[in-house]
């Protein structure tokens, strides 16, 4: 099927969009990932040649080259609709001119990692794991990408990470036990490279777990071929976190990529960004979580949008992901329901964020609705033993009825 996804509804399909905008690029060239990337839309002039830009989109692309580079594979192009500026994969890679505002909140570095980096590229936020930014290159940007003080290399800052001095810490430090690779993303170093960094890690004998943070699989499946697939083998147990916001983007192409990699053995989650015009609203998140389990991912997070620079007009209330997980919650199965959090701004770290299902609790009982709105008590017992204060919740509702 050729068409886009636009085209095709709700995005309730796994739809292949392939060769689209690139009609006379024969499938040998399409399916080299790195064809892909050599041929990824990264000007004006490209974007113009198939899209409509709107002047919001046009000012953004002129002012926002010092800030976060343009780049989108071929592969990702074709989910855009040639003339609907307010396209929800279409506002997540295209820059508009509202990157250049700035709100009050806004921040650099919202999530405080450059503060927590005892070596270059190695953040240790967390007692037992670190994040290891391994590149600042991604196969495309997002524009409300976190990292983008650094990501794509023309930001403010520039990522120098140095690989043996975070080996060094790592072998020093017995306590981490997880490592996460991001960036950048990880999957576009060359199979050769990738292995040197694993196997290096692999080598460190209380690193138990390795993680890669990675949006490769979407923007560029092709980049998931069965030699990667069975080189990251080798290196178990190795999990992945990859990163849909919106189910259009699960296309036939991303579903093989995935199954590929969970043929691997990897256990797949998915982050998504929470995004207004995007993804906000109960019914795409339904369909976008219930398409992750059908492609083998576990959805795993929805972030509240990072304060980071320029991207309010993409941000939502935080009370709109709260809303999203009451709709989600009971309402399909458990393994379909991401935790919703906020980093914490500064570097506190990842804070669940819930709907209020408990509403009294004390020594004796606790009382909980469920997600029909029904009330239930069940009995404290053995609370001499408690090592934590109850919380106790006061909702008029109950305590008047
Ligand atoms: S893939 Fe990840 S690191 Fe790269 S631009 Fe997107 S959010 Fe940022």
């Known amino acids: 099927m050729n068409t886009f996804a636009s085209e095709s509804g709700d995005g309730k399909d796994f739809v292949s969009h392939a060769p689209g905008y690139w009609s006379d690029t024969v499938p040998e060239l399409w399916n080299d990932w790195k064809w892909q990337l050599k041929n990824r839309v990264t000007t004006l002039a490209q974007l113009e040649k198939h899209l409509e830009l709107s002047a919001e989109e046009r000012s953004g692309v002129l002012l926002s080259g010092d800030k976060l580079a343009l780049a989108v594979t071929p592969h990702f192009f074709n989910l855009l609709p040639a003339n609907n500026p307010d396209d929800p994969i279409r506002r997540q890679v295209v820059p508009r001119i509202e990157e250049t505002w ?4 806004d921040m650099a570095d919202p999530c405080g990692e450059d503060s927590h980096m005892p070596v270059p590229g190695l953040v240790h936020r967390y007692p037992d794991r670190v994040l290891f ?15 983008s003080r650094v990501v794509s290399g023309v930001g403010e800052q520039e990522l120098h990470t140095n690989f043996e001095a975070a080996f060094r810490y790592l072998e020093a430090h017995t306590e981490v036990r997880d490592v996460l690779l991001s960036g950048g993303d990880a999957l576009i170093f060359s199979d050769d490279r990738l292995e040197k960094l ?3 890690l692999r080598a460190i004998r209380h690193i138990e777990f ?25 290196y178990h147990p190795l999990w992945m976190s990859v990163h849909v916001n919106h189910p259009r ?7 093989h990529a995935l199954e590929r990699l969970a043929n691997a053995g990897i256990p797949l989650g998915n982050q998504s960004v929470l995004l207004a015009g995007v993804n906000d609203d109960v019914e795409t998140m339904k369909t976008l979580v219930h398409k992750l389990l059908m492609c083998r991912v576990r959805p795993y997070y929805i972030y509240q949008c990072d304060l980071i620079n320029g991207s309010s007009h993409l941000r939502t209330s935080v009370a709109k992901g709260i809303e999203i997980i009451e709709g989600l919650r009971g309402h399909t199965t458990g393994y379909a329901v991401p935790q919703f959090v906020i980093d914490a701004p500064g570097g506190g770290g990842k804070v669940p964020i819930n709907p209020g299902y408990i509403l009294y609790h004390d020594n004796e009982k606790i009382v909980i609705r469920n997600y029909e709105g029904k009330i239930f008590e069940y009995p404290e017992t053995g609370n001499e033993n408690l090592q ?8 008029d509702e109950y305590l008047y009825s």
């Open 198 to 200: 694993l196997s290096r």
């Open 133 to 147: 930014l391994v590149t600042d290159r991604c196969a495309s940007y997002c524009r409300y990408c976190t990292r």
């Open 249 to 255: 983007e699960l296309t036939i192409e991303v579903k």
């Open 210 to 234: 390795l993680r890669i943070g990675t949006r490769v699989p979407i923007f560029l499946p092709q980049r998931i071929t069965p030699e990667l697939c069975a080189m990251l083998a080798k």
């Open 388 to 395: 934590f204060a109850p919380q106790r919740e006061y909702h």
């Open 102 to 105: 700035t709100s009050p909140y």
